[in-house]
């Protein structure tokens, strides 16, 4: 992704005009979720930015110049009920020191959390009642990603049975989309990884829980990929646009 994240954050790479992390935001205000805290690092300014300028690039308004100087904006945008708190986490933070340093804007409440550059039509509805159903402190979604080659079948004697493209791997890997209790933050530090060590103790003290997601999933991490998601929102087909 250098091509874009040379002048840019990932989650600031657009997909249909709009950058990635405003399709994230849309499918989870879309399920209720309209706070949001968004841990930035590497060029946050863009993200900063891009918040303190929205309703400006949103809406149409008027602007008296002068000593009196002020801002009408007229009309209303649909994410007008949107609460975002930006928080500069570091340029070098790991993801879990991230999470750690947002504490204050989610300490003592259950949230939701994920990664900036993945998009998915996962039903965060039926996730979260996944999580209370199971009384945890963390669940993590997962889904058993496709290949990325063709897959032959070959017998004993070497001769060539079957072709499959692109199948679907056995195992499942974590896709972000977690939900966690405020006990979380006994598992994380402020330069931790998120997916070594507190996952790993979590799941030594029978506190992680996975939600399998058999629906869309595809994360942005090189060229074609981006590709990939602006030619499915632009032929009107992108699986995560539930709103």
Same mark, same amino acid.
Not at 13 to 32: N, S, T
């Given at each position: 992704?250098?091509?874009?994240?040379?002048?840019?954050?990932?989650?600031?790479? +657009?997909?249909? &005009? #709009?950058?990635?992390?405003?399709?994230?935001?849309?499918?989870?205000?879309?399920? $209720? /979720?309209? %706070?949001?805290?968004?841990?930035?690092?590497?060029?946050?300014?863009?993200?900063?930015?891009?918040?303190?300028?929205?309703?400006?690039?949103?809406?149409?308004?008027?602007?008296?110049?002068?000593?009196?100087?002020?801002?009408?904006?007229?009309?209303?945008?649909?994410?007008?009920?949107?609460?975002?708190?930006?928080?500069?986490?570091?340029?070098?933070?790991?993801?879990?020191?991230?999470?750690?340093?947002?504490?204050?804007?989610?300490?003592?409440?259950?949230?939701?959390?994920?990664?900036?550059?993945?998009?998915?039509?996962?039903?965060?509805?039926?996730?979260?009642?996944?999580? +209370?159903?199971? &009384? #945890?402190?963390?669940?993590?979604?997962?889904?058993?990603?496709?290949?990325?080659? $063709? /897959?032959? %079948?070959?017998?004993?004697?070497?001769?060539?049975?079957?072709?499959?493209?692109?199948?679907?791997?056995?195992?499942?890997?974590?896709?972000?989309?977690?939900?966690?209790?405020?006990?979380?933050?006994?598992?994380?530090?402020?330069?931790?990884?998120?997916?070594?060590?507190?996952?790993?103790?979590?799941?030594?003290?029978?506190?992680?829980?996975?939600?399998?997601?058999?629906?869309?999933?595809?994360?942005?991490?090189?060229?074609?990929?981006?590709?990939?998601?602006?030619?499915?929102?632009?032929?009107?087909?992108?699986?995560?646009?539930?709103?």
């Amino acid at each position: 992704m250098r091509e874009e994240t040379e002048y840019r954050p990932k989650p600031m790479v +657009e997909i249909g &005009g #709009r950058p990635v992390i405003w399709h994230i935001m849309k499918g989870l205000a879309h399920a $209720g /979720v309209d %706070e949001f805290v968004v841990a930035t690092g590497y060029k946050g300014d863009m993200v900063k930015d891009y918040f303190l300028n929205y309703e400006g690039r949103n809406n149409d308004f008027t602007v008296t110049l002068g000593a009196t100087h002020g801002i009408e904006f007229h009309g209303a945008h649909e994410e007008s009920t949107w609460k975002v708190t930006v928080s500069y986490t570091g340029e070098t933070t790991m993801t879990g020191g991230r999470v750690f340093r947002v504490r204050p804007y989610v300490e003592g409440q259950r949230f939701m959390c994920t990664y900036g550059d993945g998009l998915a039509n996962v039903d965060l509805s039926r996730l979260l009642s996944f999580h +209370e159903e199971h &009384g #945890r402190i963390a669940t993590v979604t997962t889904v058993q990603p496709m290949s990325r080659f $063709g /897959v032959m %079948e070959v017998g004993e004697d070497g001769l060539v049975t079957r072709f499959r493209e692109k199948p679907r791997v056995e195992g499942w890997i974590n896709v972000g989309f977690f939900v966690f209790e405020p006990e979380i933050f006994g598992y994380l530090s402020e330069d931790c990884v998120l997916e070594e060590q507190p996952l790993a103790r979590l799941a030594e003290d029978g506190q992680l829980v996975a939600y399998r997601h058999h629906g869309f999933w595809q994360p942005m991490d090189t060229y074609r990929e981006w590709q990939l998601l602006n030619g499915l929102w632009e032929a009107g087909e992108a699986p995560w646009k539930t709103w």
